[in-house]
């Protein structure tokens, strides 16, 4: 697999460098760092001119500090890892290089558990993640556990459960999907597939839901060939997901989006960003292009 870091030669970089070389598989593995363009004066061109040779004159050594990041992190990694220096929108820059260069997967790391502000380049992670053309991981420092995808069971969240059963696997770690029932009001996948929409949520329309989605994770773990813990909450998504992480432990947060149309589309809804701002544990958000699976952060060169 083809995965493009994005590196700010920051502690919170090295997780995404660790993280990111691990999901790779030996495959392409390039360094992206985005420097920031000088700002125009006006009335003072040489002045300009001046701030962007400097910067330029500092390329050679970050070339170097990311190299030396790598070697220290990955020392027995085999080839060096591409090196791409940019000048401009950090965000704008990455994507750019991601699409140019092919990635299959995008890292970013974090600072803390602080939320999507305190990203590895800032607001700018946000940005990656909402437009991103491939799967995005948010790293978090590392910790062992288990594979945990959190789905609605529409569509686009199908490639989240491929995607934690495949990391699950290469990982040897359990996998676990869980599904947070909503009230049948608020547009429940499984509730759809049970016809019109009852006048009160009775505790057999409950249990018929819970049976519902617990045989739809089921089939889609079987037509994967995988095993994996169903679990199936009755509380708010946001705050079973947050639980589940921690009581199980898990290492990886799995999500799936809409394609490309960002983080307001993500399957859990808008509660996405905050799930992604709180959790302990890194986080994998797949897309879903063209109606299809997108399994490419699964796949290994």
Known sequence: MRVLIASDLS?????????????AGGGPIALCHVMPEPATHALLA???????????????RIADALRGQWSRLVPDSGPQAEIFLELGSAYEQILRRAEEWHAELIVVGTHGRVGLKRLLLGSVADQVVRAAHCPVLIARAARQGAVLAATDLTDPALPAIEAAAAEAARRGRKL??????????EGDAAMGLLGALPALDTPETRAARRAL??????????????HGEIVIAEEDV??????????????LIVVGTHGRTGLSRVVLGSRAASMIESAPCSVLVTRQRHGTTDASVTQNE
């Open 11 to 23: 502690e919170a970089s090295d997780n995404a460098l660790q993280q990111g070389a691990h999901m």
């Open 46 to 60: 040489q002045e300009y001119e001046s701030d962007l040779q400097r910067q330029l004159a500092m390329q050679p």
């Open 176 to 185: 676990v999907v869980m599904h947070a029932m909503e009230s049948p009001r």
């Open 213 to 226: 989605a617990s045989q739809i994770i089921n089939t889609a773990l079987t037509r994967l060939g995988a």
């Open 238 to 251: 946001l705050a079973e997901t947050l639980r589940l992480a921690e009581s199980l432990p898990a290492e």
